[in-house]
């Protein structure tokens, strides 16, 4: 079966120190991958995505992330987390291959940021 | 900002109601999609649309329903609320050929005494 993992429950950083969200995914073919953030309170966000070239894409608010292919992992990361990053975080992966495209979704990550 | 607007944005109400929370987007798209979420976090999807008068059951068995009489709006309903209903609902929005983008609603949060 097809999935997304997120293995992190939690992410506990301090502030002004770089961030990583990890997520895997067992998907075949060329999937799409993308990043949302949630707020509290709040529906998701679009934060980006990668569909194809370069492995290292930018995002909003300071966001990247990084393609490995061979390892099937789509990290978030940002080089200098800031107190107003603490959400949650999800990763999603939109396959191109057979008749479901519909997205799946990690569980989700609370990134929490301490001053 | 995303121009999708979900209403009402807390509803609490007694077993047995009749409920439907309203989802309207003003961008034109044509892929509207209903997700439940647990207090934990996890998505699910339970109801999408990928134009008019087309609606299909998500991942997520539900005893909601959904229309799609309108481009912009996408209302789910619920006949018979139950406590087992409780969650927060989040209504998205894509459009065709950038349909992993997904705009999403502030959601409703549903509790169901």
């Known amino acids: 079966a097809q999935s997304v993992a997120q293995p992190e429950d939690q992410v506990n950083v301090a502030e002004g120190n770089p961030l990583t969200v990890k997520c895997t995914y067992s998907?075949?073919?060329?999937?799409?991958l993308f990043w949302y953030v949630q707020y509290p309170n709040r529906g998701l966000q679009f934060l980006l995505k990668?569909?194809?070239?370069d492995n290292l894409v930018k995002g909003s608010y300071g966001f990247e992330a990084e393609f490995n292919k061979s390892q099937t992992s789509f990290h978030l990361k940002k080089p200098s987390a800031l107190v107003s990053d603490s959400a949650l975080y999800f990763c999603a992966v939109r396959p191109n291959a057979g008749n479901n495209r519909k997205l799946i979704w990690g569980l989700g990550t609370s990134l929490a940021v301490n001053p | 900002e995303a121009d999708i607007y979900q209403t009402p944005r807390y509803l609490v109400i007694g077993t047995g109601k009749k409920i439907t929370l309203e989802c309207s987007q003003t961008m034109g798209h044509d892929k509207m999609y209903w997700y439940q979420q647990d207090p934990g976090m996890e998505l699910h999807l339970i109801h999408y649309s990928y134009g008019v008068n087309s609606t299909e059951k998500g991942d997520l068995s539900s005893e909601s329903t959904v229309s799609r009489i309108r481009t912009e709006h996408f209302p789910l309903t619920l006949e018979s609320a139950r406590p087992s209903h409780t969650s927060q609902y989040l209504c998205?929005?894509?459009?065709?050929?950038?349909?992993?983008?997904?705009?999403f609603g502030e959601g409703s949060r549903l509790t169901v005494l």
């Open positions: 998205a929005s894509a459009t065709s050929g950038r349909d992993g983008e997904l705009f």
């Open positions: 990668y569909i194809t070239g």
């Open positions: 998907v075949s073919g060329n999937p799409y």
